[in-house]
């Protein structure tokens, strides 16, 4: 037999969600009906598990009182004298249920304290004949709060000085990486003033992720040893229990505070993509049809990583269905308009292709907030396909406003200047995200973008390797190299390559281009390769 059967309205499965986690958590089996077997009718299988529980908790909110199915469980369960109620909302209770006490749960997180959640495990602990459970084990069982974004907090770092003299530096670091690591909108940073109340608690880090609901902590130490210091970093996913990224820095003592903006900048850099890759690796291992629409961008971006037009078109899919679920979502018709351009650019369904990107990028240009992913993304359709230069720049301005340290970010504001004209800006921007992004296959973008630059800063002996190790990535990199050859003379070679692009659209990239010289330059290099185009 099951303890609990929780019975809600799908449209607050979150909660349930909660609630369950929580329960289970506290050691009592929960059955809900996400766990629906395929080979049964649905009605079978909820009369069943409904009889078989012991204790049936009712979470109310509007939706769920004109439910017939859960008013029906409601009342089975008031007659079996099994009924636990919740209310989330200020929906007014159907009778007889508003008769019947009914813990508040409406801005409960996950708090292990909170009075309503308390309530609730006390009503069904009685109802299963057991003593409810202690302050302690409520406190050690708090589940992680589940947060439209991925949650961190900076632990208080260990001060491992023989003097332990270094606490002042080490709260200042704790406060500088919360500071940086906040100007990302796809994290939850807790406020470094809640963070900090836990030096010297000596509670394991896992205990301080629940009490404070996120899912990563970032812990470490400071020692100074003569004129060194050194700080060294461990990223936690406190709900798995493992380590995911460590990283040691190494600086100057003299100057300590130049040091922890250094130090803070890096980790900021380093800590936003490699929380977005666990996410991602997180929500692969859940079958599909489960997931929400968060879940469903990250699967899209991951898709979109794989710089395969069958990804692309499979990351299309993924935020099509999340945009239905939510058509708010300016995130992800972002990243579709962002797909659906590198789709056009690669010359596949190219009208089709570029017209959605427009249509998508300009659904969300007018958002009061958007992200710096969301003004990147939609960056990408007015500078390829409306060269609207004023409305791109101003996009990948904000983009890089909001955060300096995104490769993302810089890499879209460098494409811009580089069809702008704006050559040194435009490396600049290129090299700090080839810094940023050693190793991400993103980053190819970026090593394009460079090669790009150099090609019409006529620097071709540094563009030319560049472009050898990218051509993989596609036609625009092999057509850059082509001409690249044939300035230098290589003919043969630059023939070799172009023939590989026999229906490459050349003409509509050049005009990509606002500088004539540019443009200019680029058509030489291309005819002499063996392109032809018009004059």
Request: charged content about 25%; overall charge negative.
């Amino acid at each position: 037999m099951t303890d609990i059967f929780i019975s809600y309205a799908r449209s607050t499965e979150p909660v349930a969600q909660r609630v369950a986690e929580a329960f289970r958590a506290l050691g009592f089996t929960v059955w809900r009906d996400d766990e629906l077997p395929a080979n049964r009718s649905y009605a079978d299988v909820i009369e069943e598990r409904h009889r078989e529980a012991k204790a049936v908790v009712v979470i109310w909110s509007a939706d769920a009182t004109r439910s017939d199915w859960v008013r029906s469980e409601a009342d089975r369960a008031r007659g079996e004298r099994k009924l636990v109620q919740a209310r989330i909302d200020g929906a007014v209770l159907p009778m007889p249920f508003d008769q019947i006490q009914c813990a508040d749960l409406g801005d409960w997180s996950g708090e292990a304290g909170a009075a309503g959640w308390r309530k609730v495990v006390s009503a069904v602990a009685e109802v299963l004949g057991r003593a409810p459970p202690s302050e302690g084990r409520m406190a050690e069982a708090a589940p992680f709060i589940h947060l439209d974004r991925a949650s961190i907090a900076v632990l208080p770092l260990a001060d491992l000085t023989p003097a332990r003299d270094e606490d002042y530096f080490a709260d200042g670091m704790v406060e500088e990486i919360a500071t940086a690591l906040s100007r990302f909108a796809s994290l939850f940073v807790i406020d470094s003033r809640s963070s900090l109340t836990y030096r010297a608690s000596g509670k394991p880090a896992r205990q301080i992720a629940r009490e404070l609901g996120v899912r990563y902590v970032l812990e470490g130490s400071v020692r100074r040893s003569g004129s060194r210091i050194r700080v060294g970093l461990q990223l936690i996913d406190a709900v798995e229990g493992v380590q995911i990224w460590a990283e040691t820095f190494d600086g100057a003592a003299e100057d300590l505070f130049a040091f922890q903006d250094a130090v803070a900048g890096a980790i900021a850099t380093q800590i936003e993509p490699t929380i977005e890759a666990a996410e991602m690796r997180r929500v692969r291992a859940k079958p599909t049809e489960d997931l929400r629409a968060y879940e469903l961008f990250l699967h899209a971006q991951h898709a979109q990583r794989q710089w395969k037009d069958s990804s692309l078109a499979e990351a299309i899919g993924f935020l099509e269905r999340a945009i239905a679920l939510d058509p708010d979502y300016a995130l992800a018709k972002a990243l579709a308009s962002y797909c659906y351009a590198l789709l056009a650019i690669g010359g596949l369904d190219t009208m089709v292709s570029a017209m959605k990107s427009i249509e998508l990028a300009r659904a969300v240009l007018h958002e009061a907030d958007p992200d710096a992913r969301t003004l990147a993304w939609s960056s990408t359709a007015f500078t390829f396909f409306m060269q609207d230069w004023a409305t791109s720049l101003d996009l990948t301005e904000r983009a890089v406003a909001r955060t300096p340290g995104s490769a993302l970010s810089r890499l879209s504001r460098g494409w811009v200047y580089l069809f702008a004209g704006r050559l040194e800006a435009a490396l600049e921007d290129f090299e700090t995200v080839l810094r940023l992004d050693p190793r991400s296959p993103d980053r190819q973008t970026g090593v394009v973008g460079h090669a790009w630059t150099l090609f019409f800063l006529r620097r071709l002996d540094e563009a030319i390797p560049a472009l050898v190790a990218a051509s993989q990535l596609g036609p625009a990199a092999i057509m850059l190299l082509a001409a690249a050859h044939a300035h230098q003379g290589r003919i043969e070679e630059a023939r070799r390559q172009l023939g590989s692009l026999p229906d490459w659209p050349f003409a509509q990239w050049v005009q990509l281009f606002r500088e004539p010289e540019h443009r200019e330059y680029l058509v030489e290099g291309l005819r002499l390769a063996g392109a032809e185009i018009a004059p």
